[in-house]
């Protein structure tokens, strides 16, 4: 089982930035999906964004494209989350997620597509 802690989390004000980072135990370079999620009080878990770890591939959620950067840095094994313009839509607990790529399918942002989950990182944006 891949271990991960995320760090990074924080309090913003509304249009500014954070980077949430997730640390993990091991971080596969072939067919292997990275992927960050969120849960607001009350509210689904949501996928924010994901990528192939070989850094073929990103997808995002329609809700933060073009705000929000998923990342990789193999040499620390850490996926990273820069978030810019952030709304107060954006409070939530981050999770770091990871799991093996499906085979002919690319790395959603589908929660049911991870295996490694880490405890989570607080953000909270406010006016």
């Known amino acids: 089982q891949v271990q991960l802690v995320e760090s990074g989390g924080g309090s913003a004000e509304a249009g500014g930035s954070l980077r949430v980072s997730c640390a993990a135990s091991e971080l596969p370079f072939y067919n292997y999906c990275a992927g960050w999620f969120r849960q607001a009080p009350g509210k689904e878990r949501e996928g924010v964004a994901a990528m192939t770890t070989d850094g073929a591939a990103r997808y995002y959620a329609g809700s933060v494209e073009g705000r929000f950067t998923i990342s990789i840095d193999m040499a620390m094994n850490t996926v990273y989350l820069q978030m810019n313009s952030l709304n107060i839509e954006d409070t939530a607990m981050y999770y770091c997620?990871?799991?093996?790529?499906?085979?002919?399918?690319?790395?959603?942002?589908?929660?049911?597509?991870?295996?490694?989950w880490g405890q989570g990182t607080q953000v909270t944006v406010s006016t």
């Open positions: 997620a990871t799991g093996p790529r499906p085979y002919g399918a690319g790395c959603l942002p589908v929660g049911s597509r991870f295996t490694s």
